[in-house]
């Protein structure tokens, strides 16, 4: 398959839905890469291992399980840059594809064959992006694999993010959703350095919608708020990312009409909020990133093929008992799923609830915390989460 382009769709009609894919990891002229910039507006800025791991991941959930009868995936494209390129396995096919790299004039092309695919009435545009972003002033500049290679004018190697959205109003997609999965934080010396005449690449330019354009309704997903920073594990799936598939996967959904589960653009963004706000899902980094959606519509973005999965959280009150607990989750015709009393964590007692990602239904769960202190609740495990503590009696 040529080009940027890993999933096609040769008989995809007007009404399809067309995605943009790109992470960005290994930067060459950052700290670490091949050809580190002496540049006092990279100070800071360094290889990322996560980026790739979460383009792969969104990609492989677009081809896979993305599922809107009105409009089917059509296209997916996909750029990445990593320490050590490899091939794409497509999901359903298992073919093989080699990854064109995240560099800017890449990345320019790759979108400008993106909007030219979706320019119907009918299209839904995807895009998603994971990697370096900075903002200066009120807009956030996204950095391709090539950023600070011109010396002079270092953000001609970014993307600028809310032109491109400006600019999409010039396509006829009716539906248009950006997940920006990177950090949103100020680079003073950059804007010191470089001005704010140029904050990236325009690859369409635009702002009103043009007459004649059937209205557009759009959905922007940012991984954390404007001048902060975005968190991720190394080697990991982001955070954000992380918490935007299971969102997808029905802690995002809703069956208000015909007993579907639907996943929308409303429900999406206070799922993945909940998520990022948990510590058995984040850990340590619970609340460090607050994502948000600024000026989005709501409309039907996934229809689950089945039941959704929902992240169940079980403890004790009080929590310490959660050290000595052993816990016991039981559902008719699925074995019993069981957490003995967790080993401590640096010497110290872990409290921890037990985290678990049960389907819709109705399950009875157990905390034995001695052999006189059984505690026993039932609960019904439904979007968007459902938390029970388990009281001594």
């Not at 954390?224 to 995002?252: K, P, Q």
């Amino acid at each position: 398959m040529a080009g940027f382009t890993v999933h096609l769709d040769k008989n995809a009609g007007p009404s399809s839905t067309h995605a943009l894919v790109i992470g960005v990891g290994a930067y060459t002229h950052l700290d670490g890469g091949l050809d580190p910039t002496p540049h006092p507006g990279a100070v800071g800025m360094r290889q990322l291992s996560s980026p790739p791991l979460s383009a792969r991941r969104f990609a492989s959930w677009m081809i896979d399980q993305y599922h809107d009868e009105a409009r089917p995936l059509g296209s997916l494209a996909l750029l990445l840059s990593e320490t050590a390129p490899t091939p794409f396995v497509h999901p359903r096919t298992n073919a093989g594809h080699v990854i064109e790299a995240a560099t800017i004039d890449n990345i320019v092309a790759a979108v400008t064959e993106w909007k030219d695919r979706g320019d119907h009435d009918e299209a839904r545009l995807v895009f998603y992006f994971c990697g370096h972003g900075v903002s200066l002033g009120f807009d956030t500049s996204l950095l391709a694999a090539d950023v600070f290679a011109d010396r002079n004018s270092p953000l001609n190697g970014a993307l600028h993010f809310e032109a491109l959205t400006r600019g999409l109003n010039n396509c006829r997609a009716a539906q248009q959703v950006f997940f920006v999965d990177a950090c949103r934080a100020g680079s003073d010396a950059l804007v010191r350095l470089v001005g704010r005449d140029t904050l990236g690449r325009v690859p369409v330019a635009g702002n009103d919608r043009p007459d004649g354009f059937v209205d557009r309704e759009h959905a922007v997903y940012f991984a954390t708020l404007h001048g902060e920073s975005s968190f991720a594990r190394a080697d990991s799936v982001s955070l954000f990312t992380d918490a935007l598939l299971r969102s997808f996967d029905g802690a995002g959904s809703e069956n208000t009409e015909d007993r579907v589960w639907r996943v929308t653009t409303g429900t999406l963004m206070h799922a993945i909020s909940r998520f990022m706000r948990e510590p058995p899902f984040a850990g340590t980094l619970a609340g460090g990133a607050v994502p948000v959606s600024p000026e989005s519509f709501d409309f039907d973005f996934h229809e689950l093929r089945g039941d959704p999965v929902v992240p169940v959280y079980i403890g004790c009150r009080p929590k310490e008992d959660n050290a000595l607990a052993e816990f016991v989750c039981r559902h008719p015709g699925q074995p019993d799923r069981r957490r003995p009393p967790p080993a401590p964590v640096d010497d110290a007692a872990d409290v921890r609830e037990w985290a678990l990602y049960l389907p819709f239904g109705h399950y009875e769960v157990e905390a034995v915390v001695s052999p006189g202190d059984v505690r026993k609740e039932e609960l019904d495990a439904r979007p968007p989460l459902f938390r029970i503590g388990l009281a001594r009696p």
